[in-house]
């Protein structure tokens, strides 16, 4: 049954990669996109590591998850000193940002679920246990990792209800590949639920609740938000608003209402900070063909020269860096969270709230919809539907400043109130790997 469902998936894969190859290639001559790491993601050909060290694989798919396992990561070194970590990504940015939060672990590129490539890069990296972030179900992965005995844990687990309409059609797999899974941590009782449905052993389900809670800076004043404000040349006077991990047209939304109420509102500043890093020039292009003065964090970064502007001339000021979001959060006193005016399921908003921000996002947030739930329950976060309603919002605040921090004051509590899962992962994980050894605890 193993090997033959092996087979199908490599022939799968095989007709997809050939039927994409076309668009690959156009996507990586004109957008730079999908042109390193090849011969790690086709082949497995990650890096041989060398000594008899033990390790523990993580695997973070792109740069949110990569951002959530910094606690999970630093709370494991302290507990197990003797293991090495390594940390891999499907990303081109998600292994940019993990190469630059995790110096002194190994990085490298997740393979493509070929049976050749995981074989080879399990051979090669010689792992004690293999860790998977939220949910990837990879079968040949999950497979090798029965094969081979190591011991597979998905922690910070969710299911969306989109995916898991889609994987109760295949239920049959489904219950094969969860059943090779030692544990599994969800977020909630919700998304351990879906995944018994599905056939995951009721006993290796635990709820921990979500890590994005855990190690999420809530003080203001910490030196990368600093750094971030005088290199924007924003006065402490300012009433900053920011609309974060954006799609199109979003940008454009937050521009109408930056342009509406700026005039009457001459401390309003304007922050933008595009989800994907390919987006950069399109959006700085917008911001100034809509006759905006653009100030791009690059470019400061890059000359060195800190930008002041008077209120007459503050320019649209433009995040294009990676790996800086969480930290200029800290700058918003009116937050929009995007990808929820578009088609996405929407993106982070514990970040902000944690930051004591209003914290505002749109009516598509299925893929964040426990803690959706949760803040909206406890009334600290505001749903617009649409750019009138984004302008009608800000406007408020911008009016009514001492409610809109009061409000943020109560989102900062809730998310303070909801920490503790990395604690219990981590509880989770040590109970598969071997016992430390008295000398070893010793000398660590």
């Known amino acids: 049954m193993s090997r033959l469902l092996s087979w199908i998936c490599n022939v799968g894969y095989l007709a997809v990669l050939l039927v994409a190859a076309p668009v690959l290639i156009y996507r990586s001559i004109t957008q730079g996109k999908y042109r390193d790491g090849w011969s790690e993601k086709l082949w497995g050909n990650v890096p041989v590591r060398d000594g008899s060290q033990p390790a523990v694989w993580f695997h973070a798919v792109s740069v949110g998850e990569v951002l959530q396992l910094q606690q999970v990561v630093k709370l494991f070194h302290e507990e197990r000193p003797e293991h090495e970590v390594i940390v891999s990504c499907t990303t081109s940015t998600g292994r940019v940002v993990a190469e630059e939060k995790f110096p002194d672990c190994l990085v490298c590129y997740f393979p493509l679920d070929f049976t050749w490539a995981v074989r080879n890069a399990i051979k090669r990296l010689r792992p004690q246990l293999m860790v998977l972030v939220e949910l990837e179900l990879w079968p040949n992965f999950i497979l090798e990792a029965e094969r081979t005995k190591v011991p597979l844990a998905l922690i910070n687990g969710r299911i969306s209800e989109n995916s898991f309409r889609g994987y109760c059609k295949l239920r049959p797999l489904m219950q094969r590949l969860l059943t090779v899974f030692s544990t599994m941590a969800v977020q909630s009782p919700m998304y351990g639920e879906r995944l018994k449905k599905l056939g995951g052993p009721a006993e290796r389900i635990q709820v921990t609740g979500s890590i994005k809670f855990d190690g999420i800076q809530t003080d203001r004043k910490n030196s990368q938000t600093a750094e971030i404000r005088e290199a924007f040349g924003i006065q402490p006077s300012a009433y900053v608003f920011i609309a974060g991990s954006t799609q199109d047209p979003e940008e454009k939304l ?119 739930d949760l803040i909206l329950a406890e009334s600290v976060a505001e749903v617009v539907e649409d750019q009138p309603k984004l302008q009608e919002r800000l406007e408020f605040y911008l009016e009514h400043p001492d409610q809109g921090r009061a409000l943020g004051e109560r989102a900062r509590e809730l998310v303070m109130s909801q920490q503790g899962a990395t604690r219990k992962t981590i509880d989770l994980l040590l109970e598969l790997l071997p016992l430390k050894e008295k000398g070893t605890a010793e000398a660590a």
């Open 254 to 372: 937050a521009l109408d209402s930056y342009r509406k109420l700026k005039p009457r509102y001459p401390e309003l500043r304007l922050i933008l900070v595009p989800r994907h890093k390919e987006r950069f020039e399109e959006v700085a292009s917008l911001v100034q063909s809509e006759s905006f003065p653009l100030c791009r964090r690059s470019i400061v970064q890059q000359s060195g020269i800190t930008e002041r502007t008077s209120t007459d001339d503050d320019p649209v000021l433009l995040l294009d860096t990676l790996g800086e979001l969480n930290a200029c959060w800290g700058l918003a006193d009116f937050a929009f969270v995007g990808g929820s005016l578009t088609n996405r399921g929407g993106q982070n908003m514990i970040e902000p709230a944690a930051y004591a921000a209003v914290v505002t996002f749109g009516p598509n947030t299925r893929n964040f919809k426990d803690v959706v």
